[in-house]
């Protein structure tokens, strides 16, 4: 009965990752594409759908540890299942923020920049698709190739504050959509931290491991 609801409360996350995943992707076409009925699309699904899996999961993780004793892998796995549930619902989140921003702007032209925020985006992204794919397949390869990404991403970012900044000393009349675009890249930028911590969740469950800056603590 144990491993029935472990598998239930896998399938749960998997089915809330994979939905917030399509959230984001559509934010960032919805962005370039200026389809502004795609970002609408991203903005209502948050509430009532991942909202929804977000508490079910919660409530299954509550109801496994009060009827059963897990072992330490079954109890390491469910606390990161906690631990990914939150992270994934914040990845929604910013997937949301990325669409209200974008339905700001899209009326804009800003071609000149649409290559380094898509570069931006799909580093993001991928890190997160494989951070997920990790932990789910508890892959210790491919959650260590998770971390290591993070500060390409960080200087992506970077990069795109600093493009954004003189875009807007030179044409200050669209600094209103300049600054959009940063809260953009600041939530991609997020989405990579967030594929982080769910790749260390990932090596936690393999290892019994904490893994933090490079350096692994044995619990």
């Given at each position: 009965m144990l491993e029935k609801r472990m598998n239930r409360l896998r399938e749960l996350l998997i089915t809330e990752a994979s939905l917030v995943e399509s959230m984001l992707q559509k934010s960032i076409q919805g962005l370039l594409q200026k389809n502004v009925g795609?970002?609408?699309?991203?903005?209502?699904?948050?509430?009532?759908?991942?909202?929804?899996?977000?508490?079910?999961?919660?409530?299954?993780?509550?109801?496994?540890?009060?009827?059963?004793?897990?072992?330490?892998?079954?109890?390491?796995?469910?606390?990161?299942?906690?631990?990914?549930?939150?992270?994934?619902?914040?990845?929604?989140d910013h997937a949301v923020n990325i669409a209200q921003s974008a339905v700001?702007?899209?009326p804009y032209d800003f071609?000149?920049?649409?290559?380094?925020?898509?570069?931006?985006?799909?580093?993001a992204l991928s890190m997160l698709h494989d951070a997920l794919t990790a932990f789910v397949k508890e892959d210790a390869k491919l959650a260590e190739d998770v971390l290591v990404r993070d500060d390409h991403v960080d200087k992506l970012r970077d990069e795109c504050v600093r493009i954004f900044t003189e875009e807007i000393?030179?044409?200050?009349?669209?600094?209103?959509?300049?600054?959009?675009?940063?809260?953009?890249?600041?939530?991609?930028?997020?989405?990579?931290?967030?594929?982080?911590?769910?790749?260390?969740?990932?090596?936690?469950?393999?290892?019994?491991?904490?893994?933090?800056?490079?350096?692994?603590?044995?619990l």
């Open positions: 795609m970002l609408h699309e991203v903005i209502e699904q948050d509430e009532p759908t991942v909202n929804g899996y977000d508490i079910e999961i919660d409530k299954l993780c509550t109801q496994i540890a009060a009827l059963y004793q897990p072992g330490p892998k079954a109890l390491r796995t469910l606390l990161t299942i906690l631990k990914a549930n939150y992270d994934i619902e914040r990845a929604g700001e702007i899209i071609r000149n920049v649409e290559g380094i925020v898509s570069s931006t985006a799909n580093a000393k030179k044409r200050p009349e669209l600094s209103a959509v300049y600054m959009n675009l940063t809260r953009v890249v600041r939530s991609l930028e997020r989405v990579a931290d967030l594929a982080t911590n769910i790749a260390e969740y990932a090596l936690f469950i393999i290892r019994g491991e904490i893994s933090k800056h490079g350096r692994d603590e044995q």
